[in-house]
């Protein structure tokens, strides 16, 4: 497919009001690092997302740099003509400076413990209210939309509204695991999480683990999903199926949720 059709089809599905893909390009950036040099090149990784028809690309540099670097994120901004969006751990100055400096449109925070081989686990919204409401101000003033991580819970939904937060980020690992043993259970709590968000006035994000398997059941149940972000499987997918194509096929499980 052309470039031009493949962008048709992009604005075609935007008019359709689903759930936008944001592609996570970290793996990208493992794979050249294994190396060193700059082979898979990680910024027309982000270009190419962009052409074949993703919404937006994610990165989440860690203070190891063991993936995506921190240059890299500067670099792919400067080329950006989708959503951009950064995710991390906002403990780290190191992180808080980087967004700054590069203003994505969303930031997404992150809990990570320091050397996390993956993230695991959302914010605890109640306990660490004080400081998320005061963080994620600093964002907003500088004109950033704000995601936090958390997990299907009602309560942790409720405490993140009192943080003044933009959007709430759906952990979906607890999804993804269940899912073969039963989707319908697996997603009930999702379900009562997003629904909650949404008297709340938060927007809903997603991501952990979703693929081309458990994405389309999970966007239909889900209600007011505005974004997903998936890295780890699409890339895995990209191996066999084509970088374009891998692309294309995570847009149509999103189409066929409607």
């Not at 809990?111 to 400081?131: C, M, N, V």
Request: aromatic fraction near 8%; proline fraction near 3%.
């Amino acid at each position: 497919m052309s470039t031009a059709a493949l962008q048709n089809e992009a604005a075609f599905f935007i008019l359709l009001g689903m759930a936008k893909l944001s592609v996570n390009i970290n793996k990208f950036a493992t794979l050249r690092n294994s190396r060193g040099g700059n082979n898979p090149d990680v910024v027309k990784a982000a270009i190419d997302a962009q052409r074949f028809g993703a919404d937006g690309v994610t990165v989440h540099p860690r203070p190891d740099e063991r993936h995506i670097r921190y240059q890299d994120t500067r670099d792919i901004k400067k080329i950006i003509t989708t959503e951009f969006n950064i995710e991390g751990n906002c403990r780290e100055q190191k992180f808080i400076d980087l967004v700054l400096e590069t203003k994505p449109d969303q930031v997404t925070l992150v809990p990570d413990a320091e050397g996390q081989l993956t993230s695991d686990h959302g914010w605890d919204t109640i306990r660490y209210k004080d400081y998320l409401k005061e963080i994620i101000g600093v964002f907003q003033q500088a004109g950033i939309r704000v995601s936090i991580f958390v997990d299907p819970v009602i309560e942790m939904v409720n405490g993140a509204a009192e943080t003044g937060t933009d959007r709430i980020e759906l952990y979906t690992e607890g999804y993804a695991s269940a899912f073969a043993a039963g989707k319908e259970a697996a997603v009930a709590p999702y379900i009562a999480a997003a629904k909650r968000a949404q008297e709340l006035k938060l927007g809903i994000n997603a991501g952990h683990d979703l693929d081309l398997q458990n994405l389309a059941f999970f966007a239909q149940q889900v209600p007011g999903l505005a974004e997903v972000s998936i890295g780890h499987a699409l890339v895995c997918d990209a191996l066999y199926l084509g970088y374009e194509n891998a692309v294309q096929l995570y847009k149509r499980q999103l189409l066929n949720a409607k």
